[in-house]
């Protein structure tokens, strides 16, 4: 196991499929010379150089545009964003154009580009540089999307969807970027030695699968299903519930798309209890859809409605106090469980 | 073989970096009341954007993009503009949103993270638009906005801004492309400041000037030097009265620099150098208008000393009223969300008040 942080995992997964694999490269907006405006790409300017680490004018349909025809074409392009927030500029290239490739070309020309970049609120940085778009994607058909929420599947997921045939939407998080940095203490509190990549040496080709939910605490009492950032409050919050006698199973699907409803379900039979936290907006949400197929599945076995906890129903305030009134937290979690758990 | 087209890119200076005149200047600047006037307003933003850097350092505002080495470009321009002309400003503007009326206290409330402050209380900037962050969105939405004064028949022009960097986005060429195809009543200005946060400008496009992106727009792009206030000022007066009598958009990149940091979450030192800060310092518009004003006597070191005081306390005072704002209140994250508060919001919107009391 090695201590690294998120940033360094999603940097070692790059560089180990840029070894091995010619055809892949870097692009996006100070991914070169500045080493990535959140320092994801430290050093491999220096590395690779710059025919492989591009640096582009502030041109994200231009760039993504581009990743796309040079993926058509053969390449293996990860297309950086500085912000999920600013892929909507290239809307049309990233939804309407790379998941579709395949399938209008009549399985002629297949689009496997990464896009990836910070997804979520960063923290104050106002409704329009704020936005979660796992929910918005994740409906579209043609596409992958990860949501990894600890340098190890940072590490295992970028490998893969860097390997992958088909595009896949990578959501990071500016606010985990450093997760990991105190070493495994930070963690090692509910995720002992879960939360670290394997070292090369352990591991040379460490990967992990899309589709392949992970129990990241295993309990007894109530099923809490969250991925990305939301997966830390879900664990606090478990832990803290715990105290109170109620064992909580914490599953990360990771992935969205595929999603492994499978792990939820089976977790949902032994408790009988499901909440859904979401970090993006409930209506029509990644939340609402994982409650609808739990339903589908586990109507019988459910002991109490399927709580979602989202943001709230509003764009994200600018103002810090409103910012994180309206995001889901670890209090919103345990108020949630315990209510729906009859617990309160 | 015929040349069809025939195209050229004019560049403007009248002060010098050392503050002397280096042509015949325009009327406008034979009256020293009106440079004056720049002047003072140019120290002034300069005094604020100093203090708001320090009100970020000790925790007061969120994250703050200094203005720092383009006053002069930020002031010609909005002190250029008619009243109901409208202003679609970038993040770095605050220098024009002053002169358009928008106070000191509401950009603080701004970048203290609060969307109050986009709500203009000056009858003057009413119609300007806030700050919008996905780069180069607002000329679109500066289109637009003369596009409706064009379907009115008003005589207004939109003037908007984005940085060197923001030509590089689609949204610049496919707004440029409309206003010249319409004709619209458009000022489109290019900040050239060299640096997009760490891009310097020759990474950012092969062309070599930003004004010629204009001409493949179909009308005319002029250079500017940024930090001389009068080339500004006849560039955007100009442009002004091309669009208001209907002759369609004009472009204006004015060169200048960047002197400080992309905002306070940024250290510039670690991607330039400082030899190439030096010299930019060199250039700066402030100390060049001020050395022409006080050859040409009609400014002095007591005018001065009275100046820097009168600014200081107008921030000061900017600066309290801003601390002293009651905070928001929750009900807010719902009171602009729709015209009208659709019933499913109305409940959430009770329970935020229930949550936030409790
Ligand atoms: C669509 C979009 N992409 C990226 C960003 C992130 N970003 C914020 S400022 C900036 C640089 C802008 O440089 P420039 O246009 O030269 O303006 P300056 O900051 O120099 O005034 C970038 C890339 C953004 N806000 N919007
Ligand atoms: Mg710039």
């Not at chain 1, 690779?48 to 760039?63: A, K, L, N, W, Y």
């Not at chain 1, 329009?128 to 918005?136: D, G």
Request: charged content about 25%; hydrophobic content about 40%; some cysteine.
């Amino acid at each position: 196991m090695q201590a690294i942080q998120y940033r360094e995992a999603i940097r070692e997964a790059m560089v180990e499929e840029m070894r091995r694999d010619e055809r892949v490269f870097l692009m996006g907006e100070e991914v070169a010379q500045y080493n990535g405006a959140y320092k994801v790409s430290q050093g491999m300017l220096d590395e690779f150089g710059p025919r492989r680490v591009v640096d582009s004018p502030i041109s994200e349909t231009g760039f993504s545009g581009l990743g796309v025809g040079a993926a058509m074409y053969g390449l293996r392009p990860i297309i950086e964003f500085m912000s999920w927030s600013f892929c909507l500029v290239a809307a049309d290239q990233i939804i309407n154009n790379a998941p579709k490739m395949l399938y209008m070309s009549g399985g002629q020309f297949g689009c496997p580009a990464v896009f990836r970049g910070n997804n979520g609120a960063g923290g104050q940085l106002g409704s329009t540089h704020s936005w979660c778009v796992e929910s918005m994607f994740s409906s579209v058909p043609g596409l992958k999307l990860a949501v990894p929420s600890t340098p190890r599947d940072a590490k295992g997921l970028l490998k893969t969807a860097i390997r992958d045939d088909d595009p896949v939407f990578f959501l990071e998080s500016e606010r985990m970027l450093g997760l990991g940095a105190r070493g495994g203490k930070d963690f090692s509190r509910y995720l002992k030695d879960t939360w670290a990549p394997p070292t090369p040496k352990q591991d040379e080709d460490f990967t992990i699968p899309f589709g392949v939910a992970d129990i990241k605490k295993p309990g007894n009492d109530v099923t809490i299903v969250a991925a990305g950032r939301p997966v830390h409050f879900a664990l606090d919050a478990a832990e803290a519930l715990g105290k109170e006698g109620i064992d909580c199973e914490v599953i990360d699907p990771r992935t969205y798309r595929p999603l492994d409803i499978d792990t939820i379900v089976k977790s949902v039979r032994k408790t009988n209890y499901c909440v859904v936290v979401d970090q993006s907006w409930p209506f029509a949400s990644v939340g609402s859809e994982i409650a609808a197929q739990v339903y589908e599945h586990a109507m019988d076995d459910l002991d109490n409605k399927v709580i979602r906890i989202n943001n709230d129903d509003v764009p994200a305030p600018y103002n810090r106090t409103l910012e994180q009134e309206m995001l889901p937290n670890t209090k919103k979690i345990i108020d949630t469980v315990r209510a729906v758990t009859y617990n309160a | 073989m015929t040349t069809v087209a025939n195209f050229a890119i004019d560049y403007r200076q009248y002060l010098n970096e050392h503050g002397e005149v280096n042509t015949k200047l325009p009327d406008f600047a034979n009256n020293s009341d009106t440079l004056i006037q720049n002047y003072q307003d140019m120290v002034l933003t300069r005094t604020f954007d100093l203090k708001a850097v320090t009100l970020q350092r000790t925790g007061k505002l969120g994250t703050f993009p200094p203005i720092l080495g383009q006053e002069a470009l930020s002031v010609g321009i909005g002190s250029s503009m008619q009243k109901d002309d409208v202003l679609v400003p970038s993040y770095r503007d605050h220098g024009a949103q002053f002169q358009r009326g928008v106070s000191m206290q509401e950009v603080l409330l701004y970048w203290g993270g609060d969307e109050r402050g986009s709500n203009f209380a000056s009858a003057n900037a009413k119609d300007d638009l806030p700050i919008s962050v996905p780069i180069a969105s607002q000329y679109l939405h500066a289109a637009g906005i003369a596009k409706a004064f064009q379907y009115r028949q008003q005589k207004r022009v939109a003037v908007t801004f984005c940085g060197d960097g923001g030509t590089s986005e689609g949204d610049f060429y496919e707004a440029i492309n409309l206003a010249g195809t319409w004709k619209l009543p458009v000022v489109f200005i290019v900040s050239n400041n060299q640096w997009a946060i760490s891009v310097p400008r020759d990474i950012q496009s092969g062309c070599e000037t930003l004004a010629q992106k204009a001409i493949a727009a179909g009308f005319t792009g002029v250079q500017v030097d940024g930090n001389d206030i009068i080339a500004v000022r006849e560039a955007s007066l100009n442009a002004l009265e091309h669009a208001r009598n209907g002759n369609g958009p004009a472009l204006i990149e004015a060169i200048t620099y960047r002197l400080g940091d992309h905002t306070t979450a940024d250290d510039a030192k670690r991607y330039r150098s400082r030899e190439e800060t030096n010299a930019a310092w060199q250039r700066e518009p402030i100390a060049r208008l001020k050395s022409y004003l006080v050859n040409i006597g009609v400014w002095n070191e007591e005018q001065e000393k009275n100046l820097q005081t009168q600014c200081a306390a107008k921030v000061e005072k900017a600066v309290k009223a801003f601390l002293d704002m009651p905070k928001p209140n929750v009900t807010e994250i719902f009171d602009s969300l729709y015209a009208q508060l659709p019933e499913a919001l109305i409940e959430q919107r009770e329970e935020a008040i229930s949550e936030a009391s409790s």
